[in-house]
């Protein structure tokens, strides 16, 4: 790990933070766990096992120590595929099916093989679903079905049918909540984690185009810089929704020229748009979010759909009577942490648990401050609890 020094927000005063002396980060956390035990008698098993596993959160998991196994399986005559994870040497205690996030590589991506690791390393038996549709970068309402299908798999691949957990990453926590909410899945499912997801489809798309986000409506605008490709993986994601051929694949090549360089030019491009690509350039290209609303009705109606579906705002979440743990960085730039505030205040009360960090950018984990990381060990108590409590009788 690196050498670093970080500035203490809350009192306005440096912090010195040396992770290259592993020993000391150690120490460190035996005195937050102490803390930790006497102020909230948690269990001190648990408690040491936490700090633990945040210890080694940030390093590879040592060969050997975890197995990987490719599967496939069949539910209700669909077929799926996945990765399974599970501890080499000690016996796991209860399943999980971690969804990947919007990503090329899907299950194959280092970062989502590396914490599924982790959470194997944990004794976890985890589960990661190859969905398609997330490798193409696109989110559509039928990739719940795909995690609901892996939750039963899971379940049928677990001691004595255990409930099984869920991970949802990024734009994927719209699917895993609904896939949580699905009939077939009522008391199959322990808790869900979601790592820097979203609640609210408009507000998403207010903040990558405009920067713009707030924590109520009746509240004034916040600003942050939104990273620049936010917005192109919106039009690939929802480009199979566009009627005209022609403004599909000007639509594409834009994109694809933007992620590749977003300082590239694609003037030329725009110009030959219909009136659907137009629709649809003129909300990226809009700053001021109280426009989006009309901007977003006029779009392709196939679009409005499936962002009308994946949008979690319109769904009634008072049934999701299960622990949600919601981990979001404050200095996200493709998603606000806003977004997880208002998720939290749509579930039942007392059903979300919120863990905001300051070095947390979108999934990406950076050198965490003292704050940080005692946030970060409530959660991975929190997740270790849901396990132990996953696996009782």
């Known amino acids: 790990m690196a050498s670093g020094t970080f500035t203490d927000r809350g009192r306005g005063r440096r912090v010195d933070w040396i992770f290259s002396r592993r020993s000391h980060f150690r120490r460190v956390l035996i005195f937050i766990s102490l803390i930790a035990v006497a102020l909230a008698a948690c269990s001190p098993q648990r408690t040491e096992e936490s700090f633990e596993v945040l210890s080694r959160l940030r390093e590879p998991v040592p060969a050997g120590v975890v197995e990987r196994e490719a ?5 209700s005559g669909r077929a799926g595929q996945a990765y399974l994870y599970r501890p080499a040497e000690r016996s796991w205690l209860a399943p999980v099916v971690l969804v990947p996030g919007v990503a090329p590589r899907g299950r194959d991506d280092p970062r989502l093989a590396n914490f599924a690791q982790q959470m194997a390393a944990a004794r976890f038996l985890v589960l990661v679903p190859e969905i398609e549709n997330l490798r193409r970068l696109q989110v559509g309402p039928a ?3 795909a995690i609901a299908d892996a939750v039963v798999e899971a379940e049928r691949r677990s001691k004595s049918g255990m409930p099984v957990g869920l991970v949802g990453i990024s734009y994927a926590v719209g699917p895993t909540v609904l896939a949580a909410l699905d009939a077939r899945l009522e008391g199959r499912v322990s808790f869900i984690l979601s790592i820097g997801g979203y609640y609210s489809s408009p507000a998403v798309i207010t903040f990558f185009t405009t920067g713009a986000y707030r924590e ?16 192109w993986v919106f039009v690939l994601s929802n480009i199979d929704e566009v009627e005209s051929p022609e403004d599909r694949e ?9 992620l590749s360089n977003v300082n590239a030019e694609i003037n030329g491009l725009a110009a030959r748009l219909g009136p ?13 979010p109280d426009r989006v609303p009309e901007l977003l009705q006029a779009l392709p109606a196939g679009l409005r759909n499936r962002m009308n579906a994946l949008d979690l705002a319109r769904r009634d979440l008072s049934g999701l009577e299960l622990p949600v743990l919601l981990l979001h960085g404050r200095n996200d730039a493709i998603i606000p942490y806003t977004e997880s505030l208002a998720l939290k205040d749509a579930l039942p009360p007392g059903g979300g648990d919120l863990y905001l960090l300051d070095n947390f950018s979108h999934v990406e984990l950076e050198e965490p401050s003292l704050e940080d990381t ?20």
Request: charged fraction near 35%.
């Open 71 to 75: 599967i496939t399986y069949e539910v």
């Open 143 to 145: 990739d719940a079905v």
């Open 216 to 231: 109520a409506e009746d509240e004034e605008w916040a600003w942050m810089e939104p990273n620049p490709k936010g917005k």
């Open 250 to 258: 000007l639509l594409r090549a834009m994109s694809e020229t933007k």
């Open 276 to 288: 659907e690509g137009q629709s649809i350039l003129a909300l990226l290209e809009n700053r001021d």
């Open 374 to 393: 005692l946030t970060l060990l409530s959660l991975v108590y929190s997740v270790l609890r849901e396990r132990d409590e996953a696996a009782e009788p």
